[in-house]
């Protein structure tokens, strides 16, 4: 695997390296042992699949506050998202975001350790989001970034055709 630090300290685009014949390919898509070596201490304990059936869906921007903060290891399955991390974590990166193309074709990934919000955006329909999670989910604690927040000025490649109301409609940050 390759890592390459993106915009946003600690958050990673994970690169595999397959190996292919006329089989198809296999690539390692997380050991913890490369992720040490990068200097990344996570253990996934939780999978989840996101499935998104239309183009142009969004989901997020969401993230746990505080104490039930989660660090997670993104990755498009199935299809192409535009992958947003949001950094809202005190200090001077507060507020920054950048953002990933994830393509199951490549078989991409992206870090985002604890204090940072994520949402995306599908690029295809069809488009399924593995999210390998640092910690249990614990419900009740869930927060979130409105899409287009203008504290935040997040820019998306279209706009958004499906989303949840819940999305659509959090409160401006400031």
């Excluded at 042992?33 to 990068?38: G, I, L, Q, T, V």
């Excluded at 998104?52 to 299809?79: F, I, S, W």
């Excluded at 809202?88 to 990166?93: F, I, K, M, Q, T």
């Excluded at 949402?119 to 989910?137: E, I, K, N, S």
Aim: with cysteine; aromatic share 12%.
């Amino acid at each position: 695997m390759r890592f390459t630090e993106l915009a946003l300290p600690g958050v990673f685009l994970v690169e595999a390296e397959p190996h292919a014949d006329d089989r198809g390919a296999f690539a390692r898509l997380y050991c913890p042992d490369e992720f040490a070596a990068a200097g990344i201490g996570f253990t996934p304990c939780q999978v989840n699949l996101s499935r998104n059936t239309a183009l142009h869906t969004l989901r997020g921007m969401h993230y746990q506050p505080g104490d039930k903060a989660e660090a997670k290891l993104v990755r498009c399955t199935a299809g192409r998202v535009w992958d947003v991390a949001l950094d809202l974590r005190d200090g001077e990166g507060f507020g920054r975001w950048c953002a990933v193309e994830l393509d199951a074709g490549a078989m991409n990934a992206v870090f985002l350790p604890e204090g940072i919000a994520h949402g995306f955006l599908t690029l295809t329909p069809g488009a399924d989001v593995l999210y390998q999670m640092g910690r249990m989910f614990e419900p009740g604690f869930g927060a979130g970034v409105r899409w287009n927040d203008p504290a935040f000025g997040i820019e998306w490649p279209a706009e958004p055709a499906v989303m949840s109301e819940r999305d659509a409609t959090w409160a401006d940050w400031a």
